[in-house]
């Protein structure tokens, strides 16, 4: 028998040659050029190029061509994107104007980020990939099988199964002596208990985004333009139907407008932006509250009451469990834990503080928050972020909430194991006492990134994702979602994007059916002997 002796770093270094999916395979035309497609045509524009939108484009190339403006750069080559040892790295480095990760501050005073990055919020996450419930696909009113095919689809390309690291190996067995059983093992599904999700990262610590489904379309169909910002949707002339874009170069002057349009006869504008991106255009191209909009001198185009309202963000608290800073190295989320009822999910993860230190945090959110915000425009330049408040603890169904939820961290933080792991001997009194929880609460709510809404199905589009008031304008991302998805909503965009972008070629085909039988000579009429 042939024996070869090949030490671990040689095998390694096969095994990613292997599993890396994008290996030889060719990628669409991207340009920061804004001229190379001015005035130029397009079957479908897709606002956006993260998530939702990559999935989705990648969809529609199969048949059509597709242009994706994307208001940043590439993720491919950033190691700070790419490389799992450099985890959290791109939220220090975050500006309100340049950076991959934005960051904003919603009006409740809490600090958030967004993507700004071909790939979007799947390029700055942490990278854990679990699907949404039954119970969420069945109130979508979605294609239980096509959702199941759009999933496995996502997954076959950029999902792996995790080599659990020091840490999450620790919290896992954390997070089952607080009770949260089942150990469901290594599942995509959204189930109770302990479980291990899956990961865009690879085996060999590359992230894989969502730009990386560019490259299974047809990427000759597909053309991205980056570091470009859309400043409004184009109507045609009776303000019906959208026609096209108008944008600018997101380093350039507002003043300088370029214009890029659909195909007439079938073509559409789809916005994938996100929960901010998506409405916030929206209300830039005069659809939105009426009164909000005559507010900045923009002319109504549809009086859409509900744009950026039902703005929902999961009210979360994160735990420090580590005595001070230390240098450890960086760990993304590999292990959930999902409350009786789906109520709370926790994770946990080694963030750095700064380029050489880092710090332990266990964190919780609220499943399913009752209070409600609302997004705003701040003013009519598309770079700048909009204002949007989401009422955190707002309801007393979410302080009382929070309250449980602190003491369930509490209790995983205090597990044998963790502070065994730790060293940690000397432990602080719990936080007992519902005045002393709920001010707890209140003074270290924060964000879990699951923000959603402000484009919510059946408020602001149909069923169909289509814009109320308007032809050929939809919109497919997370802001069209009541709640967030699952443990983390990342896999379920990832799938609404294919999913969608499914749907729509159906509809087309149905349409070019319709149009050959109404054409067919077996249909038309006889001349009169």
């Known amino acids: ?61 199969e048949k059509f061509s597709v242009l994706v403006i994307e208001r940043g750069g590439s993720p ?28 904003f501050i919603s009006r409740d005073g809490v600090e958030n980020y967004r993507g700004r990055v071909l790939g979007g919020s799947s390029a700055i996450n942490g990278g854990f990939y679990s699907r949404a419930s039954e119970e969420f696909v069945k109130k979508a009113g979605w294609d239980k099988d096509l959702v199941q095919e759009s999933y496995k689809w996502v997954e076959s390309k950029v999902v792996f199964m995790p080599q659990l690291s020091q840490w999450q190996s620790v919290v896992q067995f954390g997070f089952l002596e607080a009770g949260f059983y089942p150990y469901n093992g290594y599942n995509l ?82 916005l994938t932006a996100g929960a901010l991106g998506s409405p916030q255009i929206l209300l830039l191209s005069g659809i939105g509250p009426e009164d909000h909009l005559n507010d900045l001198n ?33 760990e993304p989320p590999q292990v959930a834990a999902i409350a009786e009822g789906y109520k709370y999910i926790l994770e946990s993860e080694v963030l750095p503080t700064n380029i ?22 701040n003013s009519t330049n598309p770079r700048e972020n909009p204002s949007v408040k989401f009422n955190y603890l707002g309801s007393k169904e979410d302080l009382d909430a929070c309250l449980e939820m602190v003491l369930l961290l509490q209790h995983v933080a205090r597990s044998e194991t963790v502070t065994f792991y730790l060293g940690l001997q000397n432990r602080e009194k719990f936080l007992a006492g519902d005045e002393e929880l709920r001010s707890f609460c209140k003074d270290n709510v924060r964000t879990y990134y699951h923000y959603h809404g402000g484009c919510v199905v059946g408020s602001v589009v149909a069923e169909d994702y289509k814009v ?62």
């Not at 909503?489 to 972008?501: D, E, S």
């Open 1 to 61: 028998m042939l024996r070869l002796n090949m030490s671990p770093l040689v095998l390694s270094f096969i095994i990613c040659m292997f599993i890396n999916p994008l290996q030889g395979m060719q990628m669409p035309y991207m340009t920061s050029d804004p001229k190379e497609v001015s005035g130029k045509s397009f079957d479908y524009i897709v606002v956006g190029g993260g998530t939702a939108g990559c999935s989705l484009a990648a969809t529609l190339s």
């Open 298 to 330: 923009i002319p109504v185009v549809v009086n859409l009451r509900d744009v950026g309202r039902k703005m929902s963000d999961n009210p979360a608290i994160s735990l420090l469990v580590d005595r001070f800073s230390q240098n450890r190295t960086l």
């Open 468 to 529: 109320g008031g308007v032809k050929r304008l939809r919109v497919v991302d997370g802001s069209t979602f009541e709640e967030s998805p699952g443990t983390n909503p990342m896999a379920t965009v990832l799938m609404l994007g294919r999913y969608q972008g499914i749907k729509i070629l159906k509809e087309r085909e149905a349409a070019k059916e319709e149009d050959e039988s109404f054409l067919s000579p077996q249909g038309s009429p006889q001349p009169q002997p």
């Open 189 to 270: 599904e959204h189930t109770q208990g302990t479980k291990i999700g899956g990961s865009i990262y690879d085996q060999c610590g590359k992230r894989h985004t969502s730009a990386d489904l560019l490259g299974f379309g047809r990427p000759n169909h597909i053309t991205v333009l980056l570091n470009a910002t859309v400043k409004s949707v184009i109507f045609d002339g009776n303000k019906t139907r959208a026609v096209g874009v108008r944008f600018m170069k997101s380093d350039g002057s507002s003043s300088k407008s370029y214009k890029v349009h659909v195909e007439k006869r079938r073509g559409e504008v789809i």
């Open 76 to 103: 491919f080559g950033d190691p700070l994107v790419e490389e799992k040892k450099y985890f959290g790295y791109s939220l220090l480095k975050a500006d309100e104007y340049s950076s991959v990760a934005q960051s």
């Open 356 to 377: 050489t230190t880092t710090r332990i945090s266990i964190a919780a959110k609220i499943a399913f928050p009752k209070s409600r915000g609302r997004l705003k425009l």
